[in-house]
């Protein structure tokens, strides 16, 4: 019997290696190919297809739910401060989906696309009268969400075929 135990310490309590590896490279470790195989498994084969566009999309989400207070429109437009505080965290929510499970919602990329048309039409279905900054901010923002979301469905539809 040896006198380690199966902590990988020795009886004079100094902690040892007990898999025979030694040094920082990992590529001699007898569990290296397997580690590498369910890394690519779980990352979906190394390649993220919307990862590009998460973060902007999440700040885009962000500055739409707050975007009345920052431009003072909270009491010309009281519908407008809701539906963009609602579209808002909707764009928000939509892309740390995206950034937690990004196999899973590629298909749902075309929803921010929707989202950011209903943002430029919405300014004058929802709103009584918008003035310009309201009409321009909605605008700029929809039309920020449409692109962005376009390049989420474009990256998942070009990484579906390949």
């Not at 898999?19 to 990992?26: A, E, N, P, Q, V």
């Not at 499970?101 to 989202?115: N, Q």
């Not at 376009?150 to 990256?155: E, Y």
Request: hydrophobic share 45%; net charge positive; glycine share 12%.
């Amino acid at each position: 019997m040896s006198n380690i135990s199966h902590t990988g310490r020795d009886v004079s309590g100094k902690t040892r290696d007990v898999s025979g590896h030694t040094g920082r490279d990992l590529s001699g470790h007898p569990d290296a190919e397997e580690m590498r195989a369910r890394h690519d498994r779980v990352m979906g084969g190394g390649r993220r297809t919307t990862a590009g566009a998460d973060a902007p999309v999440f700040l885009l989400g962000l500055y739409c739910a707050v975007s009345p207070w920052v431009l003072h429109f909270t009491a010309s437009q009281p519908s407008l401060v809701t539906h963009n505080l609602v579209i808002g965290i909707a764009i928000a929510v939509l892309a740390l989906c995206f950034t937690a499970m990004p196999e899973r919602m590629t298909g749902m990329s075309i929803a921010i696309v929707a989202l950011g048309a209903w943002l430029i039409v919405s300014t004058w279905v929802v709103g009584q009268s918008p003035d310009m900054g309201v009409i321009l901010n909605n605008v700029i923002v929809g039309g920020l969400a449409i692109v962005l979301g376009a390049a989420c469905a474009g990256l998942s539809m070009k990484n579906k075929k390949t």
